[in-house]
């Protein structure tokens, strides 16, 4: 038996019923459904609609069809065409027509947006510990290879020599702003839609300020009319986490750079790489590719949603049953990728002599600039003259670092015979001591901010 078939004549065709259904999807939500109809009975009896004997029995049988769901021995029956029809069905089965009174005053409509907050206010604080593990990682690692030096880049060339320490952190604070982000988001979702009922509010007198603390929401919604039509807050997490993914797709794509061959800077454990069905040398980065292209997913669930919404006309719209499969999916790739990327980072070897190998002269030239700024040269001037260097040593096919002086002298005689203390890359990356540098004064400084994040 359905909630709405009293003005139907005729059974719904099969495959109608089929794609109409949420039941395949939605019943993620039982635990909420039954903690929001519990407060619901509550709020009813409050207002006088039931009384206090028959909100005890709803209430305890609401627990008993919770405690089926826990057990997972909930049987669920092809006329349950979704969440809400389920848990009312089963709770008349256990308390009889009595169930029939505790959808008095209540929509589906307003029902499942408060379910779907619910849902989001227990299971964010999941992604945020997940989040939080994966940076303490980065910070393990930053701590485990101070004083590792590696050739930064910018267009995927060399730029500058920077601390390895510094480049796992780098990685670190795009995901505490996805922290951030997260919890300005919860503060939006905990706004009670319940009491709004289809879209134009309850006409029995209840306490929706009451109802909202009950459930543990900040508020309840000023507008019927928005409360149930407002999903704002599911392409917000779905924003987020195609921004988390974002970040970690981006982190993938430079260990699966510096763990081939051309690099070499990092090896995977055995128990973090794949093999290759047909090459037996093959040491495949297949968990981080996995999490670059899961990233993809996670940019499309956040495009069709948003492109589901733009559209509709106000209050609830059953385009809006769409809002559950990218944010349970969403979630559930985070929930999946990041412990695991979080593993495989602690036990990623790394091969210091060969990043430092990398740091050549060239590598240097900025350095080799700021010498001709520090002797009364504008710096415009010094990058010009130093870019002649770089050009007179390719064509004398020699390193930058053994350039003769008089080539050097050539170009301006202000350049001296200390200008070959430049070519120390320590003595580059310990000049980089202000806040946010990569001088390992600053890292430190840099660490510890980053633990007080946590």
Same mark, same amino acid.
């Given at each position: 038996?359905?909630?709405?078939?009293?003005?139907?004549?005729?059974? *719904?065709?099969? =495959?109608?019923?089929?794609?109409?259904?949420?039941?395949?999807?939605?019943?993620?939500?039982?635990?909420?459904?039954?903690?929001?109809?519990?407060?619901?009975?509550?709020?009813?009896?409050?207002?006088?609609?039931?009384?206090?004997?028959?909100?005890?029995? &709803?209430?305890?049988?609401?627990?008993? #069809?919770?405690?089926?769901?826990?057990?997972?021995?909930? #049987?669920?029956?092809?006329?349950?065409?979704?969440?809400? @029809?389920?848990?009312?069905?089963?709770?008349?089965?256990?308390?009889?027509?009595?169930?029939?009174?505790?959808?008095?005053?209540?929509?589906?409509?307003?029902?499942?947006?408060?379910?779907?907050?619910?849902?989001? *206010?227990?299971?964010?604080?999941?992604?945020?510990?997940?989040?939080? !593990?994966?940076?303490?990682?980065?910070?393990?690692?930053?701590?485990?290879?101070?004083?590792?030096?590696?050739?930064?880049? %910018?267009?995927?060339?060399?730029?500058?020599?920077?601390?390895?320490?510094?480049?796992?952190?780098?990685?670190?604070?795009?995901?505490? /702003?996805?922290?951030?982000?997260?919890?300005?988001?919860?503060?939006?979702?905990?706004?009670?839609?319940?009491?709004?009922?289809?879209?134009?509010?309850?006409?029995?007198?209840?306490?929706?300020?009451?109802?909202? /603390?009950?459930?543990?929401?900040?508020?309840?919604?000023?507008?019927?009319?928005?409360?149930?039509?407002?999903?704002?807050?599911?392409?917000?997490?779905?924003?987020?986490?195609?921004?988390?993914?974002?970040?970690? +797709?981006?982190?993938?794509?430079?260990?699966?750079?510096?763990?081939?061959? =051309?690099?070499?800077?990092?090896?995977?454990?055995?128990?973090?790489?794949?093999?290759? @069905?047909? *090459?037996?040398?093959?040491?495949?980065?297949?968990?981080?590719?996995?999490?670059?292209?899961?990233? !993809?997913?996670?940019?499309?669930?956040?495009?069709?949603?948003?492109?589901?919404?733009?559209?509709?006309?106000?209050?609830?719209?059953?385009?809006?049953?769409?809002?559950?499969?990218?944010?349970?999916?969403?979630?559930?790739? &985070?929930? +999946?990728?990041?412990?695991?990327?979080? /593993?495989?980072?602690?036990?990623?070897?790394?091969?210091?002599?060969? *990043?430092? @190998?990398?740091?050549?002269?060239?590598?240097?030239? %900025?350095?080799?600039?700021?010498?001709?700024?520090?002797?009364?040269?504008?710096?415009?001037?010094?990058?010009?003259?130093?870019? /002649?260097? #770089?050009?007179?040593?390719?064509?004398?096919?020699?390193?930058?670092?053994?350039?003769?002086?008089? =080539?050097?002298?050539?170009?301006?005689?202000?350049?001296?015979?200390?200008?070959?203390? #430049?070519?120390?890359?320590?003595? @580059?990356?310990?000049?980089?001591?202000?806040?946010?540098?990569?001088? =390992?004064?600053?890292?430190?400084?840099?660490?510890?901010?980053?633990?007080?994040?946590?």
């Amino acid at each position: 038996m359905t909630l709405w078939g009293g003005r139907f004549s005729g059974k *719904m065709d099969p =495959e109608a019923w089929a794609l109409n259904a949420s039941i395949g999807f939605d019943y993620r939500l039982a635990p909420q459904d039954i903690q929001c109809s519990q407060a619901w009975a509550k709020a009813l009896q409050k207002a006088g609609i039931l009384t206090a004997q028959e909100c005890q029995v &709803l209430c305890e049988g609401l627990i008993s #069809v919770g405690n089926e769901f826990d057990r997972n021995n909930f #049987v669920f029956h092809p006329a349950d065409e979704d969440i809400h @029809s389920a848990v009312e069905r089963r709770l008349g089965e256990l308390v009889g027509v009595l169930a029939g009174k505790l959808h008095t005053g209540r929509s589906r409509n307003d029902q499942v947006a408060t379910d779907f907050r619910l849902w989001f *206010m227990e299971n964010l604080p999941e992604i945020d510990q997940a989040i939080i !593990g994966f940076q303490k990682t980065l910070i393990q690692r930053a701590e485990e290879d101070l004083g590792v030096i590696l050739p930064g880049y %910018t267009h995927l060339q060399h730029a500058q020599p920077i601390l390895l320490s510094h480049w796992w952190l780098a990685h670190f604070w795009p995901l505490h /702003k996805d922290r951030q982000r997260l919890a300005e988001l919860t503060a939006r979702i905990r706004i009670l839609p319940l009491g709004s009922g289809a879209l134009s509010g309850t006409p029995y007198p209840i306490d929706r300020t009451w109802l909202a /603390k009950e459930l543990g929401f900040d508020a309840p919604a000023p507008n019927s009319l928005e409360a149930v039509s407002d999903r704002d807050f599911a392409a917000e997490f779905l924003f987020c986490a195609a921004l988390i993914g974002s970040h970690l +797709s981006r982190l993938s794509e430079m260990i699966i750079l510096f763990t081939s061959t =051309e690099f070499q800077f990092f090896e995977l454990t055995d128990a973090f790489a794949t093999g290759s @069905s047909l *090459m037996p040398q093959k040491k495949n980065p297949d968990l981080f590719e996995l999490a670059r292209g899961k990233s !993809g997913a996670l940019l499309g669930y956040l495009a069709g949603f948003l492109a589901t919404l733009k559209g509709l006309p106000s209050t609830y719209d059953k385009d809006l049953q769409e809002d559950k499969v990218p944010v349970f999916n969403s979630f559930d790739i &985070l929930i +999946s990728i990041l412990p695991v990327l979080s /593993k495989a980072l602690q036990t990623i070897k790394i091969y210091p002599d060969r *990043m430092r @190998s990398r740091v050549d002269a060239a590598i240097l030239a %900025t350095d080799l600039a700021d010498y001709l700024v520090l002797k009364g040269i504008p710096f415009r001037e010094a990058h010009s003259l130093v870019g /002649k260097a #770089v050009a007179r040593a390719a064509e004398l096919r020699i390193p930058l670092n053994q350039l003769p002086i008089e =080539e050097y002298q050539t170009l301006n005689p202000t350049f001296d015979a200390q200008v070959y203390e #430049v070519f120390d890359p320590d003595q @580059s990356i310990a000049k980089r001591a202000s806040y946010g540098g990569t001088a =390992e004064s600053a890292v430190r400084v840099q660490l510890k901010e980053a633990k007080a994040c946590l």
